[in-house]
Antibody
Framework: EVQLVESGGGLVQPGRSLRLSCAAS????????MHWVRQTPGKGLEWVSG????????GYGDSVKGRFTISRDNAKNSLYLQMNSLRAEDTALYYC????????WGKGTTVTVSS | EIVLTQSPATLSLSPGERATLSCRAS??????LAWYQQKSGQAPRLLIY???NRATDIPARFSGSGSGTDFTLTISGLEPEDFAVYYC?????????FGGGTKVEIK
């Protein structure tokens, strides 16, 4: 079964850092691009970042550029999102998703930025 | 960045009726457009990719059309499980962007 499981969310103070992880299973991880997408309760979807299969192409949404860093470890079938200088507006449910069209999604991990 | 505008924001229909959802891009995305369905408390589910191709296990009542800047998702006869929020998404240019969503609700 193809599965994505996010972890690492939690409550963090503004200005601090957090690292999210996404564990992939059931498919050949290093064949696919991966993405992070977030959603605020009751609101729409916002693309956060994406990375190609070999990390050769990386992109970020304007709201996180310069603060967040995406990476992957194909040997560990894992995707990461390093989030620095967190702001209240980064509070959201963070999903990881598989492939250039997001055909598989995890259940998400919640990040709350608050003092 | 490419802005995707979905209309209407809310569509009130009865089961069995036809739903027509629109997505307009601020510049051409060729056919690099997808549609997702999201139900409350769940992750989005890919319905359509490359504007008109149904994803795995998606029923034939869902169809997509369009290219360039204007796209349509059609649900030919609404089933009870189809009442949800629908998003379009483009991957033509990064940053990837999503539309604001259309909520299909029971009339």
């Amino acid at each position: 079964e193809v599965q994505l499981v996010e972890s690492g969310g939690g409550l963090v103070q503004p200005g601090r850092s957090l690292r999210l992880s996404c564990a992939a299973s059931g498919f050949t991880f290093n064949d696919y691009a991966m993405h992070w997408v977030r959603q605020t309760p009751g609101k729409g979807l916002e693309w956060v970042s994406g990375i190609s299969w070999n990390s050769g192409t990386i992109g970020y949404g304007d709201s996180v550029k310069g603060r967040f860093t995406i990476s992957r470890d194909n040997a560990k079938n894992s995707l990461y999102l390093q989030m620095n200088s967190l702001r209240a507006e980064d509070t959201a449910l963070y999903y990881c998703a598989k492939d250039k069209y997001m055909e598989v999604w995890g259940k998400g991990t919640t990040v709350t930025v608050s003092s | 960045e490419i802005v995707l505008t979905q209309s209407p924001a809310t569509l009130s229909l009865s089961p069995g009726e036809r739903a027509t959802l629109s997505c307009r891009a601020s510049q051409s995305v060729s056919s690099y457009l997808a549609w997702y369905q999201q139900k409350s408390g769940q992750a989005p589910r890919l319905l359509i990719y490359d504007a008109s191709n149904r994803a795995t296990d998606i029923p034939a009542r869902f169809s997509g059309s369009g290219s360039g800047t204007d796209f349509t998702l059609t649900i030919s006869g609404l089933e009870p499980e189809d009442f949800a929020v629908y998003y379009c998404q483009q991957r033509s240019n990064w940053p990837v962007t999503f539309g604001g969503g259309t909520k299909v609700e029971i009339k």
